[in-house]
């Protein structure tokens, strides 16, 4: 069993910067892919990135596409979201996940264990 915390999540203006961190514990963390999600109120949750368990490959969401960029320490079993020129609209709770595989996908469905989210805010 894995457990993550998410943290880092906060209330900032329109156009600021945040950088959230997901910690892991539990199963092998350094063999699977991770991603990022986020679920605003009344919206489902929606795909915000993923990463490949050796950080060589990424994927966005065209949404944050240019905007948020996602980074991983195998050593520090740790996942991270870097999100610059934020908008209103990414307004939400942010997740993070453990995938089945190594490889991540956009489909929530592909992966096993998720934290309990972190809040962001963002303001006009």
């Known amino acids: 069993q894995v457990q993550l915390v998410e943290s880092g999540g906060g209330l900032v203006q329109a156009g600021g910067s945040l950088r959230l961190s997901c910690a892991a514990s539990?199963?092998?963390?350094?063999?699977?892919?991770k991603g990022w999600f986020r679920q605003a109120p009344g919206k489902e949750r929606e795909f915000v990135g993923s990463i490949s368990w050796n950080g060589a490959n990424t994927y966005y969401a065209d949404s944050v596409k240019g905007r948020f960029t996602i980074s991983r320490d195998n050593i520090k079993n740790t996942v991270y979201l870097q999100m610059n020129s934020l908008k209103p609209e990414d307004t939400a709770l942010y997740y993070c996940?453990?995938?089945?595989?190594?490889?991540?996908?956009?489909?929530?469905?592909?992966?096993?264990?998720w934290g309990q989210g972190t809040q962001v805010t963002v303001s006009s």
């Open positions: 539990g199963r092998a963390f350094s063999s699977y892919a």
């Open positions: 996940a453990v995938a089945r595989t190594g490889w991540g996908t956009r489909d929530f469905d592909d992966y096993s264990d």
